[in-house]
């Protein structure tokens, strides 16, 4: 069964900082993006960022400029460091595996980590 692991879920104040991780077994193959999104109570899960095996990132509106999502290659390894955090940000915050293989198609997710974000 293949697992994600995600850590760094936390509550902070306005304005904090929190950093993300979500690590995934290396036999995943045929990745075209990587990311995160998140869902807060009595909402739609929605995309946070994505990032692609070659680096290419995509974010939200709401977080531009605030979140930065990197990856590390040797690792298998995503982060989402997440700046000027406000309270709109309190959500469980999920990892995405998307892969795409001979046209199908499947998505692996974490468990899910909780980011509370207190005014």
């Known amino acids: 069964q293949v697992r994600l692991v995600e850590s760094g879920g936390g509550q902070v104040q306005t304005g904090g900082s929190l950093n993300l991780s979500c690590n995934f077994p290396?036999?995943?193959?045929?990745?075209?993006?990587m990311g995160w999104y998140r869902q807060a109570p009595g909402k739609q899960r929605e995309l946070v960022a994505t990032?692609?095996?070659?680096?290419?990132?995509k974010y939200a509106e709401s977080v531009r400029g605030r979140f930065t999502i990197s990856r590390d290659s040797g690792e298998n390894t995503i982060h989402l460091q997440m700046d000027s955090l406000e309270p709109s940000d309190t959500a469980v915050y999920y990892c995405?595996?998307?892969?795409?293989?001979?046209?199908?198609?499947?998505?692996?997710w974490g468990q899910g980590t909780q980011v509370t974000v207190s005014s």
């Open positions: 990032i692609t095996p070659w680096g290419s990132a």
């Open positions: 290396s036999s995943i193959l045929h990745i075209k993006s």
């Open positions: 995405n595996v998307y892969i795409t293989y001979v046209g199908d198609e499947h998505d692996y």
